[in-house]
T-cell receptor, first 109, second 112 residues
Framework: GQNIDQPTEMTATEGAIVQINCTYQ??????LFWYQQHAGEAPTFLSY??LDGLEEKGRFSSFLSRSKGYSYLLLKELQMKDSASYLC??????????WGAGTKLIIKP | DGGITQSPKYLFRKEGQNVTLSCEQN?????MYWYRQDPGQGLRLIYY???????QKGDIAEGYSVSREKKESFPLTVTSAQKNPTAFYLC???????????FGQGTRLTVV
């Protein structure tokens, strides 16, 4: 079967750095996405990795290791508005998105 | 502006009634999707369509039906056969092999 694992919840302090991990086992791999979802709203696109390595975009970075089936999302200089759920999704061999359950990130002042 | 529109944002229905959720996109995307999200949970795929007049069941299709008569539109009907229909419903579209999903604002359905 296909499986994506993320921690259910994480807590971090405003101004700090947090790393959200995602491990996956899927039928093929055509890329990995990270989305941000605020409560009661639709997910919004954050990043896409298809090759190994780190992709940096402002305060957010995403890393991929295909051999390990592993990715992480790194958030720097945390702000209160970063409190949200972060969803990891893998594009499988049929170009279907397989979604993780999401990680709820709580930012404390 | 291109985008994907779901309506309404909030919907209330009595138990036993069918209800149809609207989803329209003007992104010219071929693929469209319906997801269900329960509190604290991830996205579960209900139905998807990769081309007009064709659609496939997702992981939790029972109690739901869809149609894809036009490229722009992919309405979802929640039937009385769906045992627990109260949830947040998200429609999405994507183009080709890019995979990136664009979401509508979601419809929160409450069945009383």
């Amino acid at each position: 079967g296909q499986n994506i694992d993320q921690p259910t919840e994480m807590t971090a302090t405003e101004g700090a750095i947090v790393q959200i991990n995602c491990t996956y086992q899927t039928s093929g791999f055509n890329g990995l996405f990270w989305y941000q979802q605020h409560a009661g709203e639709a997910p919004t696109f954050l990043s896409y990795n298809v090759l190994d390595g780190l992709e940096e975009k402002g305060r957010f970075s995403s890393f991929l290791s295909r051999s390990k089936g592993y990715s992480y999302l790194l958030l720097k200089e945390l702000q209160m508005k970063d409190s949200a759920s972060y969803l990891c999704a893998v594009l499988d061999s049929n170009y279907q998105l397989i979604w993780g359950a999401g990680t709820k990130l709580i930012i404390k002042p | 502006d291109g985008g994907i529109t779901q309506s309404p944002k909030y919907l209330f229905r009595k138990e036993g009634q069918n209800v149809t959720l609207s989803c329209e996109q003007n992104l010219n995307h071929d693929a469209m999707y319906w997801y269900r999200q329960d509190p604290g949970q991830g996205l579960r795929l209900i139905y998807y369509s990769q081309i007009v007049n064709d659609f496939q069941k997702g992981d939790i299709a029972e109690g739901y039906s869809v149609s894809r008569e036009k490229k722009e539109s992919f309405p979802l009907t929640v039937t009385s056969a769906q045992k627990n229909p109260t949830a947040f419903y998200l429609c999405a579209s994507s183009q080709g092999d890019s995979g990136e999903a664009f979401f509508g604002q979601g419809t929160r359905l409450t069945v009383v």
